[in-house]
Protein backbone atom coordinates (compact mmCIF):
# COMPACT_ATOMS: atom_id res chain seq x y z
CA UNK A 1 0.00 0.00 0.00
CA UNK A 2 2.45 2.20 0.68
CA UNK A 3 4.88 1.51 -2.07
CA UNK A 4 1.56 2.42 -4.77
CA UNK A 5 1.03 5.26 -2.83
CA UNK A 6 4.45 6.21 -2.95
CA UNK A 7 4.46 6.01 -7.23
CA UNK A 8 1.27 8.00 -7.36
CA UNK A 9 2.70 10.50 -5.28
CA UNK A 10 3.68 12.60 -7.88
CA UNK A 11 0.76 12.28 -10.08
CA UNK A 12 -1.88 12.80 -7.07
CA UNK A 13 0.18 15.87 -5.94
CA UNK A 14 0.04 17.18 -9.38
CA UNK A 15 -3.78 16.67 -10.21
CA UNK A 16 -3.74 18.66 -6.76
CA UNK A 17 -2.00 21.55 -7.91
CA UNK A 18 -3.65 21.95 -10.53
CA UNK A 19 -7.55 21.53 -9.38
CA UNK A 20 -6.55 24.03 -6.09
CA UNK A 21 -4.84 26.43 -9.09
CA UNK A 22 -8.60 26.05 -11.19
CA UNK A 23 -10.85 26.53 -7.89
CA UNK A 24 -8.84 29.59 -7.05
CA UNK A 25 -9.68 30.98 -9.89
CA UNK A 26 -13.22 30.39 -10.59
CA UNK A 27 -13.50 31.31 -6.31
CA UNK A 28 -11.75 34.74 -6.32
CA UNK A 29 -12.71 35.16 -10.31
CA UNK A 30 -9.31 36.03 -11.58
CA UNK A 31 -9.41 37.74 -14.78
CA UNK A 32 -7.45 35.17 -17.52
CA UNK A 33 -5.48 38.37 -18.19
CA UNK A 34 -3.83 38.10 -14.83
CA UNK A 35 -3.88 34.62 -14.17
CA UNK A 36 -5.86 32.18 -16.78
CA UNK A 37 -7.38 28.46 -15.27
CA UNK A 38 -5.43 25.64 -16.21
CA UNK A 39 -8.92 24.84 -18.12
CA UNK A 40 -7.90 27.55 -20.16
CA UNK A 41 -4.27 26.74 -20.71
CA UNK A 42 -5.16 23.47 -21.58
CA UNK A 43 -7.82 24.74 -24.00
CA UNK A 44 -5.19 26.85 -25.93
CA UNK A 45 -2.72 23.55 -26.07
CA UNK A 46 -5.52 22.66 -27.97
CA UNK A 47 -6.45 25.65 -30.00
CA UNK A 48 -2.79 26.08 -31.00
CA UNK A 49 -1.53 22.85 -31.23
CA UNK A 50 -0.09 22.91 -34.29
CA UNK A 51 2.53 26.25 -33.39
CA UNK A 52 2.79 24.76 -30.02
CA UNK A 53 4.06 21.28 -31.17
CA UNK A 54 6.51 22.93 -33.86
CA UNK A 55 7.97 25.68 -30.88
CA UNK A 56 8.29 22.93 -28.32
CA UNK A 57 10.02 20.86 -30.68
CA UNK A 58 12.56 23.42 -31.79
CA UNK A 59 12.97 24.19 -27.86
CA UNK A 60 13.74 20.32 -26.98
CA UNK A 61 16.25 19.97 -29.83
CA UNK A 62 18.40 23.20 -29.07
CA UNK A 63 18.67 22.18 -25.40
CA UNK A 64 19.67 19.31 -26.18
CA UNK A 65 22.23 20.04 -28.40
CA UNK A 66 23.42 22.69 -25.85
CA UNK A 67 23.46 20.09 -23.08
CA UNK A 68 24.81 17.39 -25.47
CA UNK A 69 28.02 20.27 -25.88
CA UNK A 70 27.99 20.72 -22.28
CA UNK A 71 27.83 17.07 -21.55
CA UNK A 72 31.32 16.48 -23.45
CA UNK A 73 33.10 19.61 -22.54
CA UNK A 74 32.35 19.67 -18.92
CA UNK A 75 33.76 15.86 -18.45
CA UNK A 76 36.83 16.63 -20.51
CA UNK A 77 37.62 19.63 -18.45
CA UNK A 78 36.17 18.17 -14.95
CA UNK A 79 38.74 15.66 -15.86
CA UNK A 80 41.30 17.69 -16.40
CA UNK A 81 40.56 20.12 -13.11
CA UNK A 82 40.23 16.68 -11.25
CA UNK A 83 43.38 15.48 -13.25
CA UNK A 84 46.05 18.06 -10.37
CA UNK A 85 45.19 19.71 -7.28
CA UNK A 86 46.72 22.41 -8.64
CA UNK A 87 45.06 22.28 -11.77
CA UNK A 88 42.16 22.11 -9.81
CA UNK A 89 42.75 25.13 -7.04
CA UNK A 90 44.24 27.30 -10.16
CA UNK A 91 40.57 27.19 -12.35
CA UNK A 92 38.40 26.92 -9.48
CA UNK A 93 38.37 30.34 -8.73
CA UNK A 94 38.23 31.38 -12.88
CA UNK A 95 35.03 29.16 -13.18
CA UNK A 96 33.37 30.10 -10.58
CA UNK A 97 34.03 33.68 -11.59
CA UNK A 98 32.71 32.61 -14.95
CA UNK A 99 29.74 30.80 -13.48
CA UNK A 100 28.43 34.09 -11.23
CA UNK A 101 28.16 36.72 -15.05
CA UNK A 102 24.37 35.79 -15.54
CA UNK A 103 23.87 34.76 -18.63
CA UNK A 104 20.82 36.80 -19.96
CA UNK A 105 23.95 39.55 -19.92
CA UNK A 106 25.79 36.93 -22.70
CA UNK A 107 22.60 36.41 -25.03
CA UNK A 108 23.20 40.01 -26.60
CA UNK A 109 26.69 39.10 -26.88
CA UNK A 110 26.15 35.92 -28.80
CA UNK A 111 22.88 37.05 -30.50
CA UNK A 112 25.33 40.28 -32.39
CA UNK A 113 28.32 37.61 -33.07
CA UNK A 114 25.69 35.18 -34.16
CA UNK A 115 22.75 36.81 -35.46
CA UNK A 116 18.88 35.79 -34.41
CA UNK A 117 18.30 31.99 -34.32
CA UNK A 118 18.94 28.78 -33.26
CA UNK A 119 22.61 29.49 -32.58
CA UNK A 120 22.86 31.61 -29.70
CA UNK A 121 20.24 29.25 -28.12
CA UNK A 122 22.28 26.16 -28.27
CA UNK A 123 25.09 28.08 -27.32
CA UNK A 124 23.35 30.03 -24.01
CA UNK A 125 21.89 26.45 -22.94
CA UNK A 126 25.88 25.53 -23.21
CA UNK A 127 26.99 27.98 -20.79
CA UNK A 128 24.46 27.86 -18.31
CA UNK A 129 24.64 23.83 -17.85
CA UNK A 130 28.86 22.79 -18.24
CA UNK A 131 29.77 24.23 -14.81
CA UNK A 132 27.49 21.45 -12.72
CA UNK A 133 28.90 18.81 -14.75
CA UNK A 134 32.62 19.90 -14.77
CA UNK A 135 32.58 20.98 -10.67
CA UNK A 136 31.03 17.36 -9.93
CA UNK A 137 33.54 14.99 -12.15
CA UNK A 138 36.48 17.31 -10.28
CA UNK A 139 35.17 16.86 -7.21
CA UNK A 140 34.80 13.46 -7.80
CA UNK A 141 38.10 12.86 -8.88
CA UNK A 142 39.95 15.44 -6.46
CA UNK A 143 38.29 14.24 -3.47
CA UNK A 144 39.46 10.54 -4.03
CA UNK A 145 41.17 9.39 -0.75
CA UNK A 146 44.76 9.66 -0.45
CA UNK A 147 45.33 5.96 1.04
CA UNK A 148 43.84 4.54 -1.66
CA UNK A 149 46.06 6.19 -3.78
CA UNK A 150 49.04 5.23 -2.00
CA UNK A 151 47.65 1.78 -1.99
CA UNK A 152 47.35 1.46 -5.27
CA UNK A 153 50.83 3.23 -6.22
CA UNK A 154 52.34 1.28 -3.62
CA UNK A 155 50.94 -2.08 -6.23
CA UNK A 156 52.21 -0.06 -9.05
CA UNK A 157 50.10 1.67 -10.35
CA UNK A 158 50.39 4.43 -12.67
CA UNK A 159 48.48 7.88 -12.04
CA UNK A 160 47.09 6.98 -15.36
CA UNK A 161 45.81 3.76 -14.34
CA UNK A 162 43.79 4.90 -11.05
CA UNK A 163 42.51 7.97 -13.18
CA UNK A 164 41.09 4.97 -15.45
CA UNK A 165 40.13 2.23 -13.15
CA UNK A 166 39.54 3.93 -9.77
CA UNK A 167 38.70 7.76 -10.37
CA UNK A 168 36.25 7.72 -13.11
CA UNK A 169 34.33 4.79 -12.31
CA UNK A 170 33.76 6.67 -8.94
CA UNK A 171 32.67 9.91 -9.99
CA UNK A 172 29.81 8.45 -11.73
CA UNK A 173 27.66 9.27 -9.04
CA UNK A 174 28.97 12.46 -9.32
CA UNK A 175 28.12 12.88 -12.33
CA UNK A 176 24.65 11.23 -13.01
CA UNK A 177 23.44 13.71 -10.57
CA UNK A 178 24.89 16.55 -12.28
CA UNK A 179 23.16 15.66 -15.10
CA UNK A 180 19.85 15.86 -13.74
CA UNK A 181 20.69 19.49 -12.44
CA UNK A 182 22.26 20.77 -16.00
CA UNK A 183 19.41 19.07 -18.35
CA UNK A 184 16.65 21.73 -16.61
CA UNK A 185 19.57 24.62 -16.17
CA UNK A 186 19.54 23.96 -20.32
CA UNK A 187 16.21 24.24 -20.27
CA UNK A 188 16.30 28.11 -18.58
CA UNK A 189 18.99 28.68 -21.03
CA UNK A 190 17.26 28.58 -24.11
CA UNK A 191 14.49 30.11 -23.22
CA UNK A 192 16.33 33.06 -21.80
CA UNK A 193 18.00 33.43 -25.56
CA UNK A 194 14.35 32.53 -27.11
CA UNK A 195 12.39 35.58 -25.59
CA UNK A 196 15.48 37.67 -26.14
CA UNK A 197 16.15 37.45 -29.76
CA UNK A 198 14.57 34.29 -31.91
CA UNK A 199 12.26 33.56 -34.30
CA UNK A 200 11.05 29.79 -32.65
CA UNK A 201 11.05 28.28 -30.06
CA UNK A 202 8.57 28.00 -26.89
CA UNK A 203 10.78 31.37 -25.45
CA UNK A 204 10.15 33.29 -28.53
CA UNK A 205 6.13 32.06 -28.61
CA UNK A 206 5.93 32.98 -24.55
CA UNK A 207 7.14 36.54 -25.85
CA UNK A 208 4.82 37.00 -28.70
CA UNK A 209 1.77 36.09 -27.11
CA UNK A 210 2.68 38.09 -23.98
CA UNK A 211 3.17 40.96 -26.05
CA UNK A 212 -0.21 39.96 -27.68
CA UNK A 213 -2.21 39.60 -24.45
CA UNK A 214 -2.89 35.75 -24.84
CA UNK A 215 -2.14 34.67 -21.69
CA UNK A 216 -3.64 30.97 -22.12
CA UNK A 217 -1.42 30.78 -24.79
CA UNK A 218 1.32 31.68 -22.49
CA UNK A 219 0.58 29.44 -19.88
CA UNK A 220 0.41 26.76 -22.34
CA UNK A 221 3.85 27.55 -23.67
CA UNK A 222 4.77 26.93 -19.86
CA UNK A 223 3.06 23.73 -19.06
CA UNK A 224 5.07 22.62 -21.87
CA UNK A 225 8.40 23.79 -21.16
CA UNK A 226 8.31 22.18 -17.91
CA UNK A 227 6.45 18.95 -19.37
CA UNK A 228 10.03 18.86 -21.43
CA UNK A 229 12.11 19.59 -18.22
CA UNK A 230 10.50 16.92 -16.44
CA UNK A 231 10.74 14.50 -19.24
CA UNK A 232 14.10 14.71 -19.52
CA UNK A 233 14.62 14.79 -15.80
CA UNK A 234 13.03 11.37 -15.35
CA UNK A 235 15.24 10.43 -18.08
CA UNK A 236 18.51 11.23 -16.55
CA UNK A 237 17.03 9.86 -13.19
CA UNK A 238 16.91 6.87 -14.87
CA UNK A 239 19.84 6.26 -16.43
CA UNK A 240 21.62 7.14 -13.30
CA UNK A 241 19.59 4.35 -11.42
CA UNK A 242 20.74 2.21 -14.39
CA UNK A 243 24.68 2.86 -13.65
CA UNK A 244 25.24 3.83 -10.50
CA UNK A 245 22.98 1.64 -8.77
CA UNK A 246 25.95 0.15 -7.14
CA UNK A 247 26.80 3.24 -5.53
CA UNK A 248 23.51 3.16 -3.47
CA UNK A 249 23.40 0.65 -0.15
CA UNK A 250 19.54 1.08 0.25
CA UNK A 251 16.92 1.91 -2.17
CA UNK A 252 17.19 4.94 -4.73
CA UNK A 253 17.04 8.37 -2.86
CA UNK A 254 13.34 10.38 -3.78
CA UNK A 255 15.16 12.46 -5.78
CA UNK A 256 15.91 9.96 -8.21
Known amino acids: MNSTLEKLSP ?52 TLAGFGIAVAFGIALGLVVGWS ?27 MWFGIGEVPAILTAFLISFFPIVVNVATGLATMEPELEDVLRALGARKLDIMLK ?41 ALAGSNFQMPLVFAALLLLAFEGIAMYAVFAWIEGHFTRWA ?8 A
Open 166 to 206: VGIPRTQPYLFGSLKVAITLAFVGTVVSETVGANAGLGYQI
Open 85 to 111: RTIYRGLYPVMIGFNCIPKVAVVPILI
Open 11 to 62: TLFTIGIFLFWEAACRAFKIDRFILPAPSEAFMAMVQYWRPLAYHSFVTLWT
Open 248 to 255: FRSSMSAA
